[in-house]
């Protein structure tokens, strides 16, 4: 009895969380140059568009679903913008086009889901290929950089010599909005529901399709408005922005614990794990880590989030049988 | 044909446009309205002083496009070796593939937190790196670019592999020798939006006005988007279209290499004259099996070497970034900063069966 309520307790998202703290303190007593305010806006400017993709995507996984095209999106967006820019047309027009850019991808991605029943994993492989291409038909092998100082500022800046970045605080907020829609509104709940049986949840009453279809627009709209952040914050608008940041967005989803077979995660585990992870990075840079070692670390590491739930669910399960067997036993044995 | 589902979507959409487009009426920033703030920003006030002792035990960072590129391995090494000399220390970071800015820009901010005095950074994109780059320097740190620069305010000076002219010009100078100042020619190009290959191609128009090369003329040029496979197709094309064609200036590595590679295994092997900028190690096979008779480019190593020397004269305050401002770089000489503190090194090198050997890069 104790067993099951210790394995509750120490859930993997806290694991993540207390890893994270750990790395931080030893990191800020231990590694040189990284407990400063310019470091620490560094490492939060750089691991921003991970988190910021990681949020709506945490609630599409825990619906069963997945979207690799958030990265193409995002390059798209970015070349969309700079095309735009070149044209002469003002910013302020420009930033609102993108992120309906973003809808429009999203709302294909999930029309396709949806409407056609095919699985997202196939679907968003096949618009991650389209998206990127488009960007590129767009945008040529075009650098665009001269975006307004204003707005360079914003996306690259921090506040005063504090280790805030300005964009932090937004981001903040839609943290705030997604930890509420997931974990304290029906439709947070439903999701959790069909992630764990879809069919269940249908005969249920929940509206699954819908449901899928708003998630896929959010992700296309945060993708979006993650590619206009990229393009501003590397003052670069080039059609193979942001290339990858689909796998490092799945990488620390999946190792704040959210499972791949859908309808069990956190979304303070899933930032526990992007920040985790653009931490790690951090420190092995100021320690000289070359980046092929950067990769293999990252990588045993995800390997081993996958692991370790699991393995710690099965030995729960082993020891609960082992407590039944013995306590079935004894009576025989007397 | 809108579903229950599909009607939000659409209000939110219609709700999104229309808000675009009150914005479009109302103005903005536009890229008219913004004055180009790059220009001419880093104003160094500080005053050169070409007799100040070289400082030794500094610490210089190379930060290439792309770590474990052969082109900036040899580069890089010549760096090492010139500040082995100099007493000071060397390390090389950079990431894995030639298009990750954001890794570039990491890299830069982790240089700066570990307080090397400079970087030398072949950069990815003239943008990207300069919200770091002006960060580094705020710091104190000294920022050489070298093969490829920044803008002009996000470092303190560029080496220049070669004066954009002096490139341009050589190359058609090379194949008019070859040629004995005859024939059609035609160019491939990488990139038809690549600003540097367009700026040595209009050097290369520009040469043929002269009346040297009345009888040569230039009939098409030809974009291989640096792709191997696209570059020969282009080549292939090239000599069907045009049949009378007698020589081909590739300005690229990749182009070169990949249209010596269709010259080599056609009938107009040791026909139609092939030259352009190419590395020694990709062009060895087709000057030994007479292909190619001679191309150029700079020497790497010589690029890095004078990197180095350009961040220890500016760690010693022996140059500032200004135009005029002269230092000595050891074996390669007495430098003179130009315009938008540029330093080039010099006429290319001419690579041809007798000296090619001399080169592994």
Known sequence: MTDSALVRAVRWDTVVGALLLVLLLLSFAFVDGFGNALNLSFLIGSTLPVALIALPMTLLVVSGEIDLSVASTAGLSGAVMGALWNAGMAIETIIPLCLLLGVVCGLVNGLLVTRLGLPSLAVTIGTMAAYRGIAQIVLGSDAVTDFPGRYLDFAAGRIGGSFVPYALPPFLVLLAVAVLVLHATPFGRSLFAIGANEEAARFAGIRVKRHKLWLFTATGLLASATGIFWALHYASARYDNATGLELSVVAAVLLGGISFDGGRGTLGGAVAGVFLLGALQNVMSLLNVSAQSQIVVTGILLVASVLGPRLARRIAAARTARAVRAATALPHAS | ?361
């Not at chain 2, 391995?73 to 070796?81: I, N, R």
């Open chain 2, 1 to 361: 044909m809108p579903t229950p589902a599909l009607r939000p979507a659409c209000a939110a959409l219609a709700a999104a446009v229309s808000l675009a487009l009150a914005l479009t009426a109302c103005g903005g920033t536009t890229k008219k309205s913004v004055a180009d703030d790059d220009a001419g920003a880093h104003a160094s006030h500080a005053k050169a002083d070409p007799h100040a002792p070289t400082k030794k035990g500094l610490t210089v960072a190379f930060l290439p496009k792309q770590v474990n590129n052969p082109y900036f391995t040899v580069a890089d090494k010549g760096g090492e070796q010139a500040l082995k000399q100099l007493g000071s220390s060397y390390k090389e970071v950079g990431p894995n593939s030639a298009t990750d800015t954001s890794g570039q820009v990491s890299y830069v901010n982790t240089l700066t937190q570990q307080q090397v005095d400079g970087i030398a950074v072949s950069a990815q994109d003239p943008g990207a790196l300069c919200t770091a780059l002006k960060q580094a320097m705020k710091n104190g740190i000294k920022v050489v670019t070298y093969d490829s620069d920044t803008n002009t305010g996000c470092r303190d000076v560029f080496v220049s592999q070669a004066g954009a002219e002096a490139l341009g010009r050589s190359q058609v100078q090379l194949l008019g020798r070859q040629l004995g100042y005859k024939g059609e020619i035609a160019i491939l190009s990488a990139a038809q939006t690549a600003t540097n290959q367009n700026t040595w191609i209009g050097f290369m128009k520009d040469e043929l006005k002269k009346p040297r090369y009345k009888d040569m003329k230039l009939v098409t040029t030809a974009y291989g988007n640096d792709d191997a496979q696209q570059s020969f197709q282009q080549t292939q094309g090239l000599l069907q279209e045009h049949p009378r064609l007698a020589g081909i200036i590739s300005p690229t590595t990749v182009g070169i290499k990949a249209a010596a590679q269709y010259l080599s295994g056609s009938k107009y092997k040791g026909k139609v004259r092939l030259t352009g900028l190419g590395t020694p190690d990709d062009m060895r096979r087709y000057v030994k099996n007479g292909t190619v008779d001679a191309f150029e480019l700079w020497d790497p190593a010589k690029l890095g070497a004078l990197a180095a020397h350009a961040s220890v004269a500016l760690s010693s305050g022996q140059i500032t970034g200004r135009r005029g401002e002269t230092f000595e770089a050891g074996s390669l000489g007495t430098f003179t900063l130009g315009d938008k503190g540029v330093i080039d090194l010099g006429a290319p090198t001419v690579f041809d069966r007798d000296n090619i050997d001399r080169y592994r890069f």
